[in-house]
């Protein structure tokens, strides 16, 4: 641990991975995005294995929904979205894919939250904007999280770099986050690799680190 003006600064990813610095961010494992993710059955034993993990080390959890908005309330933003995601050129034939209460907005059964855990909800692609999750974060006194889920080159990479703007350390699993296009997905990890914003792990690494006594915590 660096030490510089009072400030303690973590350079390795064992001094990051403490309960009383970190929290775990499980984005968008719903019915609907996994649906169109070709690894769908090994992202979400590797993310199982993550949340097991950071449950049994006692860490904060939260996952991430996208929503969509009815038709009435999309926005110029929210059409465009739609329409790349669905390949049309037609405002007309968007259909909003991920309605509150209709089966792909879910979470998978997998990722049932505990009640000590929380679901955001989102219409943007970072998990920060538009929702609590700074806040949360920095009132528990928080400055790093981890990330799983999906999608690597849409959301993730996104959330990753945002947090790493408000001054969190983000640590991103990377065989725990699923992609709906590899190369993509490949471009955006090593873009972040390259910045150095982030903490580049994997899902055996960090498990084991997670599972571990946090020094100095307590329940």
């Known amino acids: 641990m660096e030490r510089a003006h009072g400030l303690e600064i973590p350079t390795s990813l064992e001094e990051v991975c403490d309960r009383r610095r970190l929290a775990l961010i499980v984005y968008d494992m719903q019915v609907g995005v996994l649906n169109q993710i070709d690894r769908r059955a090994e992202i979400i034993e590797g993310v199982g294995e993550v949340l097991a993990a950071a449950r049994h080390g006692g860490f904060r959890v939260l996952f991430l929904r996208h929503m969509s908005l009815p038709r009435e309330l999309m926005g110029v933003s929210q059409f465009r979205m739609a329409m790349a995601w669905q390949r049309t050129e ?72 945002h947090g790493a703007d408000l001054g969190y350390i983000p640590v991103v699993v990377t065989d725990a986050c699923g992609a709906g296009h590899d190369e993509a997905a490949k471009r955006s990890l090593d873009g972040l690799a390259f910045s150095g914003d982030a903490i580049l792990t994997d899902t055996a690494t960090i498990a084991g680190l997670l599972r571990r006594p946090s020094p100095g915590a307590t329940s």
């Open 90 to 161: 037609r405002a007309d034939d968007v259909q909003p894919w991920f309605l509150p209460g209709s089966p792909g907005f879910e979470l998978v059964a997998e990722m049932a939250p505990l009640d000590s855990e929380a679901v955001l909800d989102k219409i943007t692609m970072s998990a920060f904007e538009g929702t609590p999750l700074d806040i949360v974060l920095r009132d528990c006194g928080l400055s790093a999280f981890a990330i799983v889920g999906v999608a690597t080159e849409i959301g993730i990479e996104p959330t990753v770099r």
